[in-house]
T-cell receptor
Framework: AQSVTQLDSQVPVFEEAPVELRCNYSSSVSVYLFWYVQYPNQGLQLLLK??????LVKGINGFEAEFNKSQTSFHLRKPSVHISDTAEYFC???????????????FGKGTKLSVKP | NAGVTQTPKFQVLKTGQSMTLQCAQDMNHNSMYWYRQDPGMGLRLIYY???????DKGEVPNGYNVSRLNKREFSLRLESAAPSQTSVYFC?????????????FGPGTRLTVT
């Protein structure tokens, strides 16, 4: 069965510093990987996704993530964070069981990023 | 284009009361989902509807029922609310279920059961 582990529940960082939010997954088949962001009192929105091809994926708001199959990881990075990046970030996995199949998303428990001035 | 809308935004229930959470999407999506979010637990899938006329259980379906009223609307019903159902509930939709389609989320309903 697939699962997602987000290694840090909270990450405090100063404005303009770099940040890495870690995500590891387990699955016996190929997977598709996603990062979602949730701003306070809002729903989730997609930051970026890895489906195939280049292992370095660029998303919105200057975020990027790298798929590492050997390490079963999909860490999220940003070289310089802003106060407005304060939010909760969720890693999610969907197993590659075929187009149009029931490849539902499995979410990690989330990482709260707190950017301080 | 409102995307995914949910009503109500907040609700307080007493144990044993019933209520229905409403969700609608205007993106002509085929698939719709209900999740619950609890602190430190991430999002867990309650029920989903891959297409109009079908519904399936997710990870945590006990205590809930759903209705896919039409292509636009997917409701979640709590027949006899329990304190363990205190949570934030999110509805989502996607063009088609599964890979590689992005899910779009509503703003959530914050439910407290006393």
């Amino acid at each position: 069965a697939q699962s997602v582990t987000q290694l840090d529940s909270q990450v405090p960082v100063f404005e303009e510093a770099p940040v890495e939010l870690r995500c590891n997954y387990s699955s016996s088949v190929s997977v598709y990987l996603f990062w979602y962001v949730q701003y306070p009192n809002q729903g989730l929105q997609l930051l970026l996704k890895y489906l195939s091809g280049s292992t370095l994926v660029k998303g919105i708001n200057g975020f990027e993530a790298e798929f590492n199959k050997s390490q079963t990881s999909f860490h999220l990075r940003k070289p310089s964070v802003h106060i407005s990046d304060t939010a909760e970030y969720f890693c999610a996995v969907s197993e590659s069981v075929g187009r149009g199949s029931q490849g539902n998303l499995i979410f990690g428990k989330g990482t709260k990023l707190s950017v301080k001035p | 284009n409102a995307g995914v809308t949910q009503t109500p935004k907040f609700q307080v229930l007493k144990t044993g009361q019933s209520m229905t959470l409403q969700c609608a999407q205007d993106m002509n999506h085929n698939s719709m989902y209900w999740y619950r979010q609890d602190p430190g637990m991430g999002l867990r899938l309650i029920y989903y509807s891959a297409s109009e006329g079908t519904t399936d259980k997710g990870e945590v379906p006990n205590g809930y029922n759903v209705s896919r009223l039409n292509k636009r609307e997917f409701s979640l019903r709590l027949e006899s609310a329990a304190p363990s159902q205190t949570s934030v509930y999110f509805c989502a939709s996607s063009e088609v279920s599964g890979f590689p389609y992005e899910q779009y989320f509503g703003p959530g309903t914050r439910l407290t059961v006393t």
